[in-house]
């Protein structure tokens, strides 16, 4: 078992910064890969950016060169840094870890961009 707890969210100005933190605690040893979905209202849940026990990392399209995402192993943190936000980026953000085909999730930190 493996849990996921986040941090770091709040109200911030379009074109602002803003810095998320998971902490992840349990079977850690187990997880390949850690992450950052999110869930704005009326929209399903989507992948963000995702980094491996190897350091590779992915970003969808919408937030490449805005974001970035960080991953300490010894501390079993993954942070999301987030660079020249918009509106559209509004959202509740979801810590992911893999291992697998076994996916965990902790329970969101909110994320509101004023324009």
């Known amino acids: 078992q493996v849990q996921l707890v986040e941090s770091g969210g709040g109200l911030v100005q379009a074109g602002g910064s803003l810095r998320l933190s998971c902490e992840a605690s349990?079977?850690?040893?187990?997880?390949?890969?850690m992450g950052w979905y999110r869930q704005a209202p009326g929209k399903q849940r989507e992948f963000v950016a995702a980094?491996?026990?190897?350091?590779?990392?992915n970003y969808v399209d919408s937030v490449k060169g805005r974001f970035s995402i960080s991953r300490d192993n010894a501390k079993n943190t993954v942070d999301l840094q987030m660079n020249n936000l918009k509106s559209e980026d509004t959202a509740t953000y979801y810590c992911?870890?893999?291992?697998?085909?076994?996916?965990?999730w902790g329970k969101g930190t909110l994320v509101t961009v004023s324009s």
């Open positions: 992911h870890a893999f291992l697998y085909g076994l996916n965990y």
């Open positions: 349990g079977s850690t040893s187990s997880i390949n890969a």
């Open positions: 980094v491996t026990n190897g350091g590779f990392t």
